[in-house]
């Protein structure tokens, strides 16, 4: 990808509410201070499947902020050892530490990366590996790093992660893309799933809110 970098202004930092626990962000990350998109974002964070044991490693791609990742991790603290979140925006790596600080999350670690780019295949492997895609497939090409949050052309992005995510997980990994399917075009995400031999399996039922569904997909290899 080419490199992308925030216009230069002052910082404006922020603090909101998610899932009872207080987050911040700054105008640089996509922000679920939207109703629509925080409401998509509780819906990820609150029925994202963890396993049911101890030892669990997750990882957040494009984690934003962090909340959807640590407030998962609130939840399952007694299960996830390892919580690694990875974005390819320094001000959401920062934004996310600084999180992961104040929810006292020793266990969390987060990266500068475009998507895998600054992880190891051979050292880095997770059991759930989740990522928020943007959602926007529009014949628009992103021009900044809050861009990239949202818009995705053609899907290149999410085609890029479904080839190289494999990778990444561990026996018996599991990979969940959060989505909302009004705002996507389902047919046009399918046929890329299709393109990199993989295919999204809905997790749960959506939730109809203003007109919009959020649900959380399970991208597995087509047998």
């Known amino acids: 990808m080419k490199e992308l970098q925030s216009p230069i202004e002052t910082m404006r930092e922020f603090e909101f509410s998610f899932n009872g626990s207080l987050f911040k962000t700054n105008q640089h990350i996509l922000s679920p201070l939207n109703s629509c998109v925080g409401y998509s974002w509780e819906v990820f964070a609150t029925h994202l499947p963890i396993p049911h044991r101890h030892n669990v490693s997750m990882l957040g791609v494009g984690c934003g902020s962090g909340c959807i990742l640590i407030s998962s991790y609130l939840q399952y603290a007694d299960r996830i050892s390892r919580l690694v979140g990875v974005d390819i925006n320094p001000h959401a790596v920062d934004c996310t530490k600084d999180n992961m600080e104040r929810h006292s999350v020793e266990v969390g670690e987060c990266y500068e990366s475009d998507l895998f780019q600054s992880l190891n295949p051979v050292e ?84 109809a809110v203003i007109e919009l569904e959020f649900t959380i997909y399970e991208l597995q290899p087509i047998q």
């Open 124 to 207: 880095d492997r997770f059991d759930v590996i989740f990522f928020n895609i943007p959602f926007l497939n529009i014949d628009v090409e992103p021009t900044n790093l809050l861009d990239v949050a949202f818009l995705d052309p053609q899907f290149k992005l999410f085609k890029r992660f479904s080839k190289e995510v494999d990778d990444f997980l561990a026996n018996g990994g599991k990979v969940y893309i959060g989505l909302s399917g009004a705002i996507s075009s389902m047919g046009d995400l399918e046929e890329a799933a299709a393109e990199c031999n993989k295919q999204l399996v809905a997790t749960r039922p959506p939730n």
